[in-house]
């Protein structure tokens, strides 16, 4: 079964530092990627996609993740945290099935 | 553009009421789909719709029943509501499957006791 792991359950950064959260999954032929970011009291938008090609892809609100076939991921990056990223974010994926989301990261900005 | 739209936005049910959650959707999407949000749990498909009068389940459809009798809408019903259904639902919409953006509602919180 198709399955998608983010190992790091709440991540606090402060405001203006890089951040790396990470997401592996499990499926055998190259599977369709997602991120989707979810603020409190709200349904999930999507920040990025991945479904073939360049293997570095960009997204909204500054993010980008990049797709490591050798390694099963799809971590996902920002070069400074503002303020207003603090939310809960969920890597998703597709082998031509409806989505299948991870547990989910916390992440939450400090001063 | 109204996007997904789903109501209610709260509901307290006693056990083994029943009750039906709406989506409606303005997008002309072929692909809509429930899912349920658990705290630490992600989110889990109950049922998901490839188009009017076709339903399917997902990974948790039990105790739930699902129809799509038109583009526009797709209902969940809970029969006989446990504590175990006690959970945030989202009602979502897509172009495509498996390739294409999930537009999601802003959540129905559902409270069993």
């Known amino acids: 079964a198709q399955s998608v792991t983010q190992p790091d359950i709440h991540i606090t950064v402060s405001e203006g530092a890089s951040l790396e959260l990470r997401c592996n999954y499990s499926?055998?032929?190259?599977?369709?990627l997602f991120w989707y970011v979810q603020s409190p009291g709200q349904g999930l938008q999507l920040l990025l996609k991945?479904?073939?090609?360049?293997?570095l892809v960009q997204g909204i609100k500054g993010f980008e993740a990049e797709f490591k076939r050798s390694q099963s991921s799809f971590n996902l990056r920002k070069p400074s945290v503002h303020w207003s990223d603090a939310a809960e974010y969920f890597c998703?994926?597709?082998?031509?099935?409806?989505?299948?989301f991870g547990k989910g990261t916390r992440l939450s900005v400090i001063a | 553009n109204a996007g997904v739209t789903q109501t209610p936005k709260f509901r307290i049910l006693k056990i083994g009421q029943s009750m039906t959650l709406q989506c409606t959707q303005d997008?002309?999407?072929?692909?809509m789909y429930w899912y349920r949000q658990d705290p630490g749990m992600g989110l889990k498909l109950i049922y998901y719709?490839?188009?009017?009068?076709?339903?399917d389940k997902g990974e948790v459809p039990n105790g739930y029943n699902v129809s799509r009798s038109t583009t526009e809408d797709f209902p969940l019903r809970l029969e006989l509501a446990a504590p175990s259904q006690t959970s945030v639902y989202f009602c979502?919409?897509?172009?495509?499957?498996?390739?294409?953006?999930?537009?999601f509602g802003e959540g129905s919180r559902l409270t069993v006791l």
């Open positions: 997008m002309n999407h072929n692909y």
């Open positions: 499926y055998g032929a190259t599977p369709y």
């Open positions: 998703a994926h597709s082998g031509n099935t409806p989505l299948v």
């Open positions: 991945y479904f073939s090609g360049d293997t």
């Open positions: 719709s490839v188009g009017a009068g076709i339903t």
């Open positions: 979502a919409s897509s172009y495509g499957l498996a390739t294409g953006e999930l537009f």
